[in-house]
């Protein structure tokens, strides 16, 4: 099997279109079925990306979450919570991966009733943490017992482009939406002004980013799992110096990294700390699951 027939991970296509090798080595592909892009080969089952590590390019140290990303994750989250409030006022939200429990935090202060799921065992005793109210459950889909029809919102945001098994993760989650719930996602766009500028050196273009969706991939997944896109806008994120050189460190080049470290020893500590909105080539989409007549 060459990999321009290799099957693609959301609808089993099998004709590919070579897209780029990225820095690490793995190919990206474009599925000419349903336009998703995915990396080739993935890494192999069982690599833990998201260790200690992972959340140290947080600005992690032990178990806490440092004052000046939380401010930034809570801007963010909040923003999101605002949007929501748009379709629902009031409701049940679930969100998968939800890490440190920004995104909980502020939907239960907005009176949501807030379901929290993620893998890392540290992530949610820090979240039930911050968000006593949610309920923060240990584990992925296949592990906890959730009713089917139970929520009103599903928040997924920059979770889609890590999971491996598309296809069942959006089968199994539509079931849990309930008939005129949403979706709502944001994850990085490969067809993003910012994407088509940096090339190979896109933010977004880390090894654990396996799979992209441009806006027709995720149409797909709406025809494919009978769901309506009603939202598809490009958004911009709150961030600071201090954020980015933690980024920097963890996933950048040296240079980079030493650049930021300089520039970030020479300013006031309370500058470094200011949030700005970027436009760092990620997109909200909202789709809605209704039932057919
Ligand atoms: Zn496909």
């Not at 539509?174 to 979706?183: A, D, E, P, S, V």
């Amino acid at each position: 099997m060459t990999e321009e027939d290799t099957p693609c991970p959301l609808c089993e296509g099998t004709k590919n279109i070579y897209k780029r090798t990225l820095q690490y080595g793995s190919r990206l592909l474009a599925c000419s079925t349903c336009s998703l892009q995915f990396v080739h080969p993935f890494p192999p089952l069982g690599k833990n990306f998201y260790d200690q590590d992972y959340y140290r390019s947080w600005g992690v140290d032990g178990n806490k979450l440092p004052d000046h990303v939380k401010q930034l994750k809570e801007a963010n989250m909040n923003e999101h919570v605002k949007s929501i409030q748009k379709y629902f006022q009031s409701g049940s939200i679930l969100e998968v991966g939800s890490a440190m429990g920004s995104f909980l935090k502020m939907a239960c202060e907005k009176g949501f009733d807030v379901t929290g799921l993620d893998l890392s065992h540290q992530a949610c005793e820090l979240a039930q943490t911050e968000a006593p109210k949610a309920k923060v459950l240990q584990g992925t889909l296949e592990t906890v017992d959730i009713e089917a029809e139970s929520f009103d919102v599903i928040f997924l945001s920059d979770l889609v482009e890590h999971i491996i098994r598309p296809a069942h993760f959006w089968k199994e989650l539509t079931k849990l939406l309930k008939n005129k719930g949403i979706f709502y996602i944001t994850t990085p766009d490969p067809e993003h002004w910012s994407c088509y500028m940096a090339g190979n050196s896109w933010i977004h273009f880390k090894e654990e980013h396996l799979i992209f969706y441009p806006q027709n991939a995720i149409k797909w997944v709406c025809t494919r799992y009978g769901l309506t896109l009603v939202d598809f806008s490009h958004i911009k994120k709150y961030t600071n110096l201090c954020y980015i050189a933690a980024q920097a460190k963890q996933f950048g080049p040296k240079s980079l990294d030493k650049g930021f470290s300089s520039l970030n020893n020479l300013l006031y500590k309370k500058w470094t700390e200011c949030l700005f909105p970027l436009p760092l080539g990620e997109a909200r989409f909202v789709l809605l699951k209704a039932d057919r007549d």
